[in-house]
């Protein structure tokens, strides 16, 4: 999972940093939105918009955003957001799958093909990537939450199916469907957490040279930058030597 962590290190790389951090808020807005609007507008009878209001914490979104953004679900007339899921190939045949929140799905899926089509890759059939993934739920805990022993123990009582812990914290991982109760059970002992989310980890990454990373890269960087897409997952690894050139 290495070479996903440096993925996700650079996955935000969007130029200005209040551009960076509007795009973010915009992003996570929509998701609470979203949220409040297929389920109910209350956190606490709302798994999924107690998970969205926890990430927008974790990325110091202001209170009254939050606010302004579970309001909006209740507006008559606002937006109706549908989830949607792009699977395709990027180059160096990495598989790469793209969630999206959109109220126009030609609109989005035009944008989503042009963008892989820019840089080398192309739209597959459902189920053509996800195969290659799992989906799992993951909690999050500061590292002085707890020691690695005592999250793990935790983890296995409330029924989780692995534990990560390192100096960066703890990463709870568990079934999607069980991850509100294994995060409730875990809350209730170490507090909230610092995120509780649905994600698609990579069973296995390929490798990849300094020129399909360097498209693999920019693509993700496209796909980000579009409003409706929500998150991007790809199943490749990049060496270190070559990650630090294109990074630069």
């Given at each position: 999972?290495?070479?996903?962590?440096?993925?996700?290190?650079?996955?935000?790389?969007?130029?200005?940093?209040?551009?960076?951090?509007s795009k973010l808020f915009s992003k996570l807005a929509r998701e609470i939105t979203a949220a409040a609007k297929m389920g109910l507008p209350d956190p606490a009878m709302n798994p999924r918009l107690r998970g969205a209001i926890q990430a927008a914490r974790a990325q110091n979104?202001?209170?009254?955003?939050?606010?302004?953004?579970?309001?909006?679900?209740?507006?008559?007339?606002?937006?109706?957001?549908?989830?949607?899921?792009?699977?395709?190939?990027?180059?160096?045949?990495?598989?790469?799958?793209?969630?999206?929140?959109?109220?126009?799905?030609?609109?989005?899926?035009?944008?989503?093909?042009?963008?892989?089509?820019?840089?080398?890759?192309?739209?597959?059939?459902?189920?053509?990537?996800?195969?290659?993934?799992?989906?799992?739920?993951?909690?999050?805990?500061?590292?002085?939450?707890?020691?690695?022993?005592?999250?793990?123990?935790?983890?296995?009582?409330?029924?989780?199916?692995?534990?990560?812990?390192?100096?960066?914290?703890?990463?709870?991982?568990?079934?999607?469907?069980?991850?509100?109760?294994?995060?409730?059970?875990?809350?209730?002992?170490?507090?909230?957490?610092?995120?509780?989310?649905?994600?698609?980890?990579?069973?296995?990454?390929?490798?990849?040279?300094?020129?399909?990373?360097?498209?693999?890269?920019?693509?993700?960087?496209?796909?980000?930058?579009?409003?409706?897409?929500?998150?991007?997952?790809?199943?490749?690894?990049?060496?270190?030597?070559?990650?630090?050139?294109?990074?630069?």
């Amino acid at each position: 999972m290495a070479g996903h962590s440096k993925f996700k290190n650079i996955q935000f790389r969007k130029g200005a940093q209040d551009k960076k951090r509007s795009k973010l808020f915009s992003k996570l807005a929509r998701e609470i939105t979203a949220a409040a609007k297929m389920g109910l507008p209350d956190p606490a009878m709302n798994p999924r918009l107690r998970g969205a209001i926890q990430a927008a914490r974790a990325q110091n979104m202001p209170k009254d955003n939050i606010e302004r953004a579970i309001k909006k679900s209740e507006e008559a007339g606002g937006a109706n957001y549908e989830e949607v899921r792009y699977e395709g190939f990027g180059a160096g045949g990495v598989g790469v799958i793209v969630e999206a929140l959109t109220d126009n799905r030609n609109r989005t899926a035009s944008e989503v093909r042009s963008i892989f089509t820019k840089f080398g890759g192309n739209l597959g059939e459902t189920g053509a990537v996800s195969f290659m993934f799992d989906k799992l739920g993951a909690i999050e805990f500061d590292a002085g939450k707890a020691t690695a022993e005592a999250m793990l123990e935790a983890a296995i009582d409330a029924g989780a199916e692995d534990c990560e812990s390192s100096a960066d914290g703890h990463v709870v991982y568990c079934h999607p469907d069980e991850l509100h109760h294994v995060a409730k059970a875990l809350e209730a002992r170490f507090g909230e957490p610092r995120a509780a989310r649905i994600f698609w980890r990579p069973k296995s990454t390929v490798p990849v040279e300094e020129e399909p990373g360097q498209k693999l890269l920019r693509m993700i960087e496209g796909l980000e930058d579009s409003d409706d897409v929500q998150n991007v997952y790809a199943n490749f690894e990049i060496a270190d030597e070559v990650l630090e050139r294109l990074s630069a």
